[in-house]
């Protein structure tokens, strides 16, 4: 089983949809988590890191779900600027030191 | 405001060349990392480093190199190129280890032919 697995998608939507996506993890010790954006042959940008209690950042909703290992990113009112690839990033102990993992991310195509 | 520089961003190497990917940041990060990115897979640890004069293996090292003489540089060697090691490599920093997110570098796109 992958330590972090997702969608692959693409999930194709309409301008204005919402759209969300799941990523789940196999370490129940994971301490941190994250969602990035990767625009096509671009390097990986964060878009915004993921709390215990949910947190939002305008249009973008993060959840933890600790007892079921996932994480969710809903994006509403999508623009045609959100097409992307959305990765999820977990930070797991590995022996004395920490390391992200990443998923493979999710392409997003928001179309007219 | 730089963050992390990568140089070069296109290198075309030969079999059984070598060549050195360099990494520099200006954020006085502590960690620095380097990953590479195959085409629609996710981004694998080939290199780390927690701080100046330390560097430990990611997941997948074999065929590479690395050195941390300051904070601020963190280059990547390899040594005996092979078309395996084609893909695009990204170098990040962070300020610490958790809780923190890791900043990238605009990558090199490397291909062995």
């Known amino acids: 089983r992958k330590e972090v697995e997702q969608d692959p998608g693409p999930f194709n939507v309409p301008e204005g949809a919402t759209v969300a996506f799941n990523c789940t993890y196999s370490n129940s010790a994971s301490q941190s988590f994250f969602w990035y954006r990767q625009d096509c042959r671009k390097e990986p940008k964060l878009l915004m890191s993921?709390?215990?209690s949910g947190n939002e950042d305008g249009r973008f909703t993060a959840q933890l779900n600790r007892a079921s290992q996932y994480i969710s990113l809903l994006i509403r009112d999508s623009k045609l600027s959100d097409s992307a690839t959305y990765l999820c990033v977990v930070n797991i102990a590995v022996d004395s030191s920490y390391k992200l993992i990443f998923g493979s991310g999710t392409r997003l195509l928001v179309r007219p | 405001n730089a963050g992390v520089t990568q140089t070069p961003k296109f290198r075309i190497l030969k079999i059984g060349q070598s060549m050195t990917l360099q990494c520099t940041q200006d954020m006085n990060h502590n960690y620095m990392y380097w990953y590479r990115q195959d085409p629609g897979m996710g981004l694998k640890l080939i290199y780390y480093s927690v701080g100046a004069g330390i560097t430990d293996k990611g997941e997948v090292p074999n065929g590479y190199n690395v050195s941390r003489s300051t904070t601020e540089d963190f280059p990547l060697r390899l040594e005996l190129a092979a078309p395996s090691q084609t893909s695009v490599y990204f170098c990040?920093?962070?300020?610490?280890?958790?809780?923190?997110?890791?900043?990238f570098g605009d990558g090199t796109r490397l291909s062995i032919l």
């Open positions: 990040a920093s962070s300020y610490g280890q958790v809780n923190q997110p890791q900043h």
């Open positions: 993921v709390y215990s």
